[in-house]
């Protein structure tokens, strides 16, 4: 079999093509130097030139709060160059994986969201990736689209490494304690699409550790693991004021991986230790 992974340099594009070769996959990955996926003709050329059995498409456009300003770009990345992507996988008859996020539901209650329901995007990144989804949907057959939220991982910014970063100049911060989801180890996340893109059970999934906790108690649990002292005072997302608007319900249910053979992720915490430990922090 024959990969081709889209953001390689991204944390999640990086672990996938490094658990892809692992396993002993030919794997081709590509940052935007290689593959500008907002340009039709060079996604059609490159996808052509590997010729590739899937396409496993982690690029994305990511700036929650930027994207409120610069709707065009994060719309040709989000959704035009999923397009693109989905047009030759139809083309070339070849699956093609989406990694979409929860930020398409509209982030309301305390019940896990279903693979099924209703999307409603509240900010400009949701709606692009929701856009980016139906592009996939309404071109594809065989086609997966993993929605993930809370990533974390070696390469790249994410919370954890801001969280660490902090601490090296400040004693007290704040941190947002009603917004709840599911921190979700790169790693992790990537042996499991590495196992879903060798079959055919094509859908909507969700993946994420398991266990849920706030973003309050995801940086007191992160300080504490890595013995750091850091008084962290709970605030809203109100008080905290972000531009965009971020889903105060990340919950995903993940009962679809089990009813397809697909192993669950382990809990939060454990992957935690395990990051932690990757980065000497431990």
Same mark, same amino acid.
């Given at each position: 079999?024959?990969?081709?992974?889209?953001?390689?340099?991204?944390?999640?594009?990086?672990?996938?093509?490094?658990?892809?070769?692992?396993?002993?996959?030919?794997?081709?990955?590509?940052?935007?130097?290689?593959?500008?996926?907002?340009?039709?003709? /060079?996604?059609? =050329?490159?996808?052509?030139? /590997?010729? !590739?059995?899937?396409?496993?498409?982690? /690029?994305?456009?990511?700036?929650?709060?930027?994207?409120?300003?610069?709707?065009?770009?994060?719309? =040709?990345?989000?959704?035009?160059?999923?397009?693109?992507?989905?047009? #030759?996988?139809?083309?070339?008859?070849?699956?093609?994986?989406?990694?979409?996020?929860?930020?398409?539901?509209?982030?309301?209650?305390?019940?896990?969201?279903?693979?099924?329901?209703?999307?409603?995007?509240?900010?400009?990144?949701?709606?692009?990736?929701?856009?980016?989804?139906?592009?996939?949907?309404?071109?594809?057959? +065989?086609?997966?689209?993993?929605?993930?939220?809370?990533?974390?991982? #070696?390469?790249?910014?994410?919370?954890?490494?801001?969280?660490? @970063?902090?601490?090296?100049?400040?004693?007290?911060?704040?941190? #947002? @304690?009603?917004?709840?989801?599911?921190?979700?180890?790169?790693?992790?996340?990537?042996?499991?699409?590495?196992?879903?893109?060798?079959?055919?059970?094509?859908?909507?999934?969700?993946?994420? @550790?398991?266990?849920?906790?706030?973003?309050?108690?995801?940086?007191?649990?992160?300080?504490?693991?890595?013995?750091?002292?850091?008084?962290?005072? !709970?605030?809203? /997302?109100?008080?905290?004021?972000?531009?965009?608007? =971020? !889903?105060? @319900?990340?919950?995903?249910? +993940?009962?679809?991986?089990?009813?397809?053979?697909?192993?669950?992720? !382990?809990?939060?915490?454990?992957?935690?230790?395990?990051?932690?430990?990757?980065?000497?922090? +431990?």
């Amino acid at each position: 079999m024959k990969v081709l992974v889209t953001g390689v340099r991204g944390q999640l594009g990086h672990d996938v093509a490094k658990e892809l070769a692992r396993r002993g996959i030919e794997t081709v990955g590509t940052g935007s130097h290689e593959m500008d996926i907002t340009d039709g003709d /060079a996604v059609n =050329r490159v996808i052509r030139n /590997a010729a !590739p059995d899937a396409v496993i498409h982690c /690029a994305a456009y990511t700036a929650v709060d930027a994207a409120e300003e610069d709707q065009a770009c994060c719309r =040709r990345v989000n959704a035009d160059g999923t397009q693109y992507i989905a047009d #030759v996988c139809r083309d070339l008859d070849i699956k093609m994986m989406y990694i979409s996020t929860d930020y398409v539901f509209d982030g309301r209650g305390e019940k896990p969201w279903e693979p099924e329901d209703e999307r409603r995007p509240q900010s400009v990144y949701g709606q692009t990736k929701y856009e980016g989804e139906l592009a996939v949907q309404n071109t594809l057959q +065989k086609y997966f689209i993993v929605r993930v939220s809370w990533t974390y991982g #070696v390469n790249g910014k994410n919370f954890v490494k801001t969280m660490l @970063n902090l601490s090296q100049k400040h004693r007290r911060i704040t941190v #947002v @304690n009603d917004q709840f989801g599911s921190p979700t180890y790169t790693a992790d996340l990537a042996r499991l699409l590495a196992d879903m893109v060798q079959t055919d059970r094509y859908g909507v999934y969700h993946a994420a @550790n398991e266990g849920v906790c706030s973003w309050y108690e995801f940086a007191c649990t992160i300080f504490r693991e890595a013995d750091i002292e850091m008084e962290v005072v !709970p605030v809203t /997302a109100a008080e905290y004021g972000a531009k965009a608007a =971020r !889903p105060g @319900n990340s919950r995903l249910s +993940k009962e679809k991986l089990t009813e397809n053979g697909f192993e669950k992720l !382990p809990h939060w915490q454990d992957a935690l230790k395990r990051f932690l430990a990757v980065l000497g922090e +431990k």
